[in-house]
């Protein structure tokens, strides 16, 4: 399989899935935003509250964190809630901190003042890709919650620093028949070679990769094109993050990955617009 040749649902190796950001989507919660990555739909939500864990008080610095949980129909059979078997997963576990981790890694804590902003990212419909969606979604949820808290004087940023250095975005890529593929659908996820999560920042900084040889190792130059491959599909993702921050704060507001690369001569990967979400964010 090379660039040429197209996967079963006719994308190229290194195309994402249609991709859709929608801010606003609920009314209650400082952020909320129904990200959609092909099939897969997860809702986020940030709520922003008074006080900190027990183990943080008194220091004066925030916290950022998150609760990663799917509803029992994600997925195409039933699975029992955990909150009724009285045991959160492992599985929800990793994921829940892979978001918090990946949003703290771009927060300035010490502007939060002692005050938590959690992201609740339930997953609606699971079609492969849901933690990768839900840390994108969440940043884009996370960054109207800080907005949300400076306008009432609760986040203060400092002189020297912004609250949110730069967008956080994450995408899946993987070998499948042989060839590096970006954006995994289920049905790719469980027969890759190679299965990968990268999660970067708008400017391209790695936050934290997780890549497991699924079936058969692979070799540097293979790992070095997985990485490429995500390194393009979160740009691609950082963009149309700070197109949606760009919209109205008061009313639903949809962005597309074919309306931005429609409203771009170079597609939607040739737009470098991290600077422009992180005016946004802060007020």
Not at 8 to 22: A, C, E, H, M
Request: aromatic share 4%.
């Amino acid at each position: 399989m090379t660039d040429t040749k197209t996967r079963k649902d006719g994308r190229s190796p290194n195309q994402l899935r249609p991709v859709s950001i929608t801010r606003n989507w609920q009314v209650n919660g400082e952020g909320s935003v129904l990200v959609e990555f092909g099939r897969t739909r997860v809702l986020c939500v940030a709520s922003f509250v008074e006080g900190v864990p027990r183990w943080r008080k008194g220091g004066g610095e925030g916290w950022v964190t998150a609760e990663y949980a799917m509803l029992p129909r994600a997925g195409s059979e039933r699975s029992g809630r955990e909150s009724v078997r009285g045991k959160i997963g492992g599985r929800t576990h990793e994921i829940s901190r892979l978001i918090g981790r990946s949003l703290r890694g771009v927060v300035d804590v010490a502007a939060l003042g002692e005050n938590t902003i959690t992201l609740d990212c339930d997953v609606l419909q699971a079609d492969g890709g849901t933690r990768t969606a839900a840390v994108t979604g969440a940043y884009v949820a996370l960054a109207d919650a800080v907005a949300w808290g400076t306008r009432r004087g609760h986040v203060k940023p400092r002189a020297d620093k912004q609250v949110i250095a730069d967008s956080v975005s994450a995408v899946s890529v993987g070998i499948i028949d042989g060839a590096p593929c970006l954006d995994l659908p289920y049905e790719e996820d469980v027969r890759a070679q190679t299965d990968m999560n990268v999660v970067q920042t708008g400017a391209g900084e790695f936050i934290e990769v997780q890549g497991t040889a699924e079936h058969a190792p692979f070799n540097r130059t293979e790992l070095g094109a997985l990485l490429d491959l995500a390194a393009k599909g979160n740009a691609e993702l950082a963009a149309l993050q700070a197109r949606a921050l760009a919209g109205p704060d008061d009313a639903p507001f949809t962005v597309s990955s074919a309306d931005l690369a429609a409203s771009s001569p170079t597609g939607a990967a040739g737009i470098n617009t991290s600077a422009a979400a992180i005016a946004i964010e802060e007020g």
